[in-house]
Nanobody, 125 residues
Framework: QVQLVESGGGLVQAGASLRLSCAAS????????MGWFRQTSVQERKFAVA????????YYTDSVRGRFSISRGNASNTVVLQMNSLKPEDTAVYYC??????????????????WGQGTQVTVSS
């Protein structure tokens, strides 16, 4: 059983920063990549960022590039998402995702096998 636990969401004003963390656990689980997707009440779940652990390659959707940064956490199977210069349009539920396969399309939700419960990020104007 693989479990992903997210933390760090909250309510901030535009221009502020937030830091999200995600930890994946499971007795024999070793993720090859982890990512963050976000979803609103009017939009389907969309890709935000991902990191491939093989070489620490990172992937960003255009709207967050230069403002968000994903990195490995201190423990294995963990990632940290640093979000700076937040905008109201960043408001969403942020979901952590993990996969233990290679050669996937990191932008697709269907590429990931494991998901967290989501954490709310709200940015007020």
């Amino acid at each position: 059983q693989v479990q992903l636990v997210e933390s760090g969401g909250g309510l901030v004003q535009a221009g502020a920063s937030l830091r999200l963390s995600c930890a994946a656990s499971g007795r024999t689980f070793r993720s090859t990549a982890m990512g963050w997707f976000r979803q609103t009440s009017v939009q389907e779940r969309k890709f935000a960022v991902a990191i491939r652990f093989e070489d620490d390659s990172t992937y960003y959707t255009d709207s967050v590039r230069g403002r968000f940064s994903i990195s490995r956490g201190n423990a294995s199977n963990t990632v940290v998402l640093q979000m700076n210069s937040l905008k109201p349009e960043d408001t969403a539920v942020y979901y952590c995702a993990a996969v233990d396969k290679y050669y996937i399309n990191y932008h697709l939700p269907s590429a990931y096998d494991y998901w967290g419960q989501g954490t709310q990020v709200t940015v007020s104007s």
